[in-house]
């Protein structure tokens, strides 16, 4: 299959800005709680809180490893679910971690609890109104969060995740490692009628019921158009791939992979949770200077 990406819009620009400003007007009013039933000999766990745009309260966990520091952050970008995990104990011995709980996802659901299916389309006709304005804004005040702590070292900030990763990253410069596979929306009004899988059926089933809404749809999907945000992304980059025989190969990822100002590093998935989770692992810690990755038992 041959993609091919159209312009970004002329606005995409002065949109992405305004949110920004929108962002940059509110307080971030951090609030931490520590978690001592979660904290362990080798890390703090907290509660932490910080306002978004609308404006909204989001939730995330954050966790500091005792001793001196600063320490590199590892971001877990949310991912398209209800819920979101404390980051790894192995990755809390090395590294400050954030789990973000973005609007909608459990303890960031008040007053918005999102449904899924639902979410990838609510508000989907308007790009003002489109949920997922909100959602990359409530990413990026993580960054801002994080720019202001003293246990943060800020010139290691690595972003881990799906399309959110990448947003984060082009919007937040300061982030100086992203590993990330696209998942969402990537060629979104190509791909998506190629395939009956949730959760890019969610457009599929939305256009269906409101045929003579397509043409917003799409519209309002070439604002999160991911090669759009490629060019301004300045952190070294992971980009995961499938294989030849999935959705997501290499040549169909072409116009993504060539978007980039520097080519990004390529990962083909094994589709195995164990040598995933190693090849991130392993590329991370090498590149923050720790050698071996900590890995779980398991994996070992």
Request: include cysteine; proline fraction near 10%; charge should be negative.
């Amino acid at each position: 299959m041959t993609i091919s990406i159209p312009p970004a819009p002329a606005d995409f620009d002065r949109y992405w800005a305004a949110t920004l400003d929108e962002l940059a007007a509110l307080p971030i009013a951090a609030e931490l709680t520590p978690i001592p039933m979660r904290s362990t000999d080798f890390a703090t766990l907290y509660e932490l809180r910080l306002t978004s745009i609308g404006p909204y309260r989001i939730f995330s966990y954050y966790s500091v490893p005792k001793g001196d520091g600063p320490f590199p952050v590892l971001y877990h970008a949310p991912g398209y679910g209800s819920v979101v995990h404390i980051a790894a104990y192995e990755e809390r011995q090395r590294y400050v971690t954030v789990a973000l709980r973005h609007r909608g996802q459990r303890l960031s659901d008040q007053p918005f609890a999102a449904a899924y299916p639902g979410l990838l389309t609510t508000g989907i006709t308007d790009p003002s109104t489109y949920v997922y304005r909100g959602i990359v804004a409530d990413c990026c005040r993580v960054i801002d969060f994080l720019l202001q702590r003293p246990e943060v070292d800020a010139d290691r900030i690595a972003v881990v995740g799906d399309d959110l990763a990448l947003f984060t990253a082009a919007l937040r410069p300061q982030v100086d490692a992203l590993y990330f596979a696209p998942t969402l929306f990537y060629a979104a009004s190509q791909l998506a009628p190629q395939t009956g899988s949730y959760p890019l059926e969610e457009f599929n089933d939305y256009v269906r019921s409101y045929p003579e809404q397509a043409g917003e749809v799409w519209r309002t999907l070439s604002y999160f158009e991911p090669t759009h945000f490629a060019p301004k992304v300045a952190a070294d980059t992971v980009l995961v791939t499938g294989n030849e025989r999935d959705a997501l190969s290499p040549a169909v990822l072409a116009p993504l992979i060539q978007a980039f100002a520097r080519p990004p590093e390529l990962y083909t998935t094994a589709h195995s949770g164990y040598r995933d989770g190693v090849h991130q692992a392993s590329w991370l810690a090498q590149r923050y200077g720790f050698g071996e990755p900590l890995l779980p038992p398991h994996w070992q």
